[in-house]
């Protein structure tokens, strides 16, 4: 269930419950904005969203694809993802877990 207070710690993040249907926890909401907590088992099966968002890696290591770039991360990384675009989390450890911050209007915001 999404926190009403402002403020979440890593240890809490872990023992969110996942909603049914759902790969992720979620932490807090406010407005357009969600910050969910994520860690994959062996395979990241997400799929592109409709929102903007960004994801910081709290532990693990591994690769991941945005679209036609592909990169290591590491604990402490942040990376982008506009709406839309297909990414994934790839060959990461199994300790691997990072805050996914969706936010914006559906379709994401745009630089006109």
């Given at each position: 269930?999404a926190?009403?207070?402002?403020?979440?710690?890593?240890?809490?993040a872990?023992?969110?419950p996942?909603?049914?249907?759902?790969?992720?926890?979620?932490?807090?909401?406010?407005?357009?904005?969600?910050v969910?907590?994520y860690?994959?088992?062996?395979q990241?099966?997400?799929?592109?969203?409709?929102?903007?968002e960004?994801?910081?890696?709290?532990?693990?290591?591994?690769?991941?694809?945005?679209?036609?770039?592909?990169?290591?991360f590491?604990?402490?990384?942040?990376?982008?993802?506009?709406?839309?675009?297909?990414?994934?989390?790839?060959e990461?450890?199994?300790?691997?877990?990072?805050?996914?911050?969706?936010?914006?209007?559906?379709?994401g915001?745009?630089?006109?």
């Amino acid at each position: 269930m999404a926190k009403t207070c402002w403020h979440a710690n890593i240890d809490e993040a872990r023992q969110s419950p996942i909603p049914e249907g759902a790969r992720s926890a979620i932490i807090m909401r406010h407005a357009s904005m969600s910050v969910r907590y994520y860690a994959p088992h062996e395979q990241d099966r997400q799929m592109p969203h409709e929102q903007d968002e960004v994801y910081v890696v709290a532990s693990g290591t591994g690769r991941f694809v945005n679209g036609n770039d592909r990169h290591g991360f590491a604990p402490g990384d942040v990376i982008f993802v506009p709406a839309g675009r297909v990414h994934r989390f790839e060959e990461f450890t199994n300790d691997f877990a990072t805050w996914v911050i969706f936010y914006g209007p559906k379709g994401g915001e745009h630089n006109d």
